[in-house]
């Protein structure tokens, strides 16, 4: 079966991209612009041909169906010939519902953060633990540099949003998973360019409750007061545990305490859970992260998984890339890549890695680039969250412009509000060499963190300006003998 992804360069869409190939689909795609990392990598890997947009393409390749991301509109000149070509349209998940989870027993991970660690943690587990899972993450395992896997196992493991599935297809993203059981990580208010409040989101999560079959199980988050409304007003007939710090929790966390040692995160926890206190490490730093930590112990005990060596898999758990990820460290210089955009996220990020590395000064460099962090609505917030940081970099993200006026953010704004709470606050520029000395002069020990939810071009300008290379004498005098021979 051929198929044929629009907007394939999305982290989403490639990683459906992965499952499919590995599965024996025929799969191509287009994009728009050239993708970044991480997709460009992925889809490099996978050596599936990537096109431009251009109705030709359809014409050439005659798919049998065609997968539509979100960025496709109703008007794509390749939407359009394929509806008159009488060739179906899908959403990804809609696809994958139909194709490939139809057979499995789905764990679904939701919440609006968290959600890409969970996924990725219990995927991992579940892995180690020998049962060949499916998975799908919205970011790249640092063990693979993949964000799928197509197993023969019965589990498959989404991480799944909200978000509408596409243009044609409003119903959200999470709810064509038909999941046997459900991690909710967290609730709070997201996506203000589709549900114009909170009680128009906690509708969506209500019915996701409610989808969950009666042999099922939720998790969730008792520390959270807007999952607790949900699922006390949804009622629901399935299994329920809940985690979190609070002692009316199922899991109560006791303890996270994260180390900074050899230049990597050690977080031990202790948890409270309904038979024993456990004591577990991995390698992702901070409290949040303990409870995403929680959250999946609880599922692996209500699947009566325990007795499993799933703290050997905590422990050599890598992490996801782009999730608290150290892109440099030195004794006097640590650089994190980081996805956090929602103002809790970036507060949440800030806080535990200061916590954990203890530095002398702290930088963040930040980019509000989601449809909801382009809004006005988060704009206080932003400045309560970046302050936790001495010196600031604002970079203004694409299509600000597309915003109406009325609703859009003023990083004018946030930058002169930082300034009255006395921080050093700028807006980032292409020339790095003079707009990030920090790189250069280390005086104090110093922290820098890049948030965004795509990555940074500028990143990988600036390690290339740290690691450039020193050539000595020897070197000049090896390289022009090889030359000579």
């Known amino acids: 079966m051929k198929v044929y992804l629009i907007g394939i360069g999305g982290i989403g869409m490639c990683g459906v991209a992965g499952i499919l190939k590995e599965s024996g689909f025929e799969v191509y795609g287009s994009e728009k612009k050239i993708p970044y990392p991480p997709s460009s990598l992925i889809l490099k890997k996978l050596n599936i041909p990537l096109y431009k947009p251009d109705s030709e393409n359809i014409k050439k390749i005659k798919p049998d169906a065609v997968i539509v991301g979100n960025i496709a509109k109703s008007d794509d000149q390749e939407v359009l010939i394929s509806q008159s070509l009488g060739i179906p349209l899908y959403s990804f998940p809609s ?16 919440g609006t953060h968290g959600k890409t660690t969970v996924t990725a943690l219990l995927s991992y587990t579940l892995e180690y633990l020998g049962f060949d899972p499916t998975y799908l993450v919205g970011g790249v395992l640092k063990h693979t540099e993949l964000n799928y896997r197509k197993g023969e196992g019965d589990f498959a493991v989404i991480e799944g949003d909200e978000y509408p599935a596409s243009f044609f297809d409003r119903e959200p993203k999470f709810l064509y998973y038909h999941p046997f059981a459900v991690i909710l990580t967290s609730l709070e208010y997201d996506h203000a360019d589709v549900y114009p409040d909170m009680e128009s989101l906690k509708e969506v999560f209500k ?20 999952l607790r409304e949900v699922i006390e007003s949804a009622n629901p007939n399935v299994r329920i545990i809940s985690y979190g710090k609070n002692s009316k929790a199922d899991f109560v966390l006791l303890k996270s305490e994260t180390t900074f040692e050899d230049l990597v995160f050690k977080n031990h926890v202790i948890t409270n ?84 590395i203890k530095p002398e000064k702290t930088v963040a460099i930040f980019e509000p680039r989601t449809n909801s962090s382009k809004r006005k609505i988060f704009q206080e917030d932003y400045v309560k969250s970046l302050s936790l940081a001495d010196e600031i970099y604002l970079k203004i993200p694409p299509g600000l412009e597309n915003i109406p006026e009325r609703e859009r953010i003023d990083i004018n704004y946030i930058l002169e509000s930082l300034k009255n709470l006395e921080k050093k606050v700028f807006f980032l520029e292409n020339n790095l060499d003079n707009n990030l000395s920090f790189y250069k002069i280390k005086k104090e020990k110093t922290l820098v963190v890049f948030m965004s939810s795509a990555y940074f071009k500028e990143l990988g300008k600036l390690k290339n300006l740290i690691l450039k290379p020193k050539i000595k004498r020897s070197q000049l005098s090896e390289n022009r003998i090889k030359k000579k021979c």
Request: positive net charge; charged residues 30%.
């Open 273 to 356: 859970t309904p038979f024993k206190n456990l004591e577990f490490f991995f390698s992702i730093p901070g409290e949040y992260n303990a409870l995403n930590a929680l959250s999946v112990i609880a599922l692996l005990y209500s699947l009566d998984l325990l007795k499993m060596d799933w703290k050997e898999a905590f422990k050599t758990f890598p992490g996801v890339k782009r999730r608290q990820e150290i892109v440099w460290a030195d004794e006097k210089l640590i650089i994190v890549d980081d996805f956090a955009h929602h103002p809790t996220a970036v507060k949440n990020t800030l806080e535990e890695l200061k916590k954990a």
């Open 207 to 226: 019915k996701l409750i409610k989808s969950v079959p009666k042999e099922g199980i939720i998790v969730y988050n008792y520390d959270d007061k807007n």
């Open 95 to 110: 696809f994958l519902d139909k194709f490939i989870l139809k057979d499995k027993k789905v764990f679904l991970c939701a």
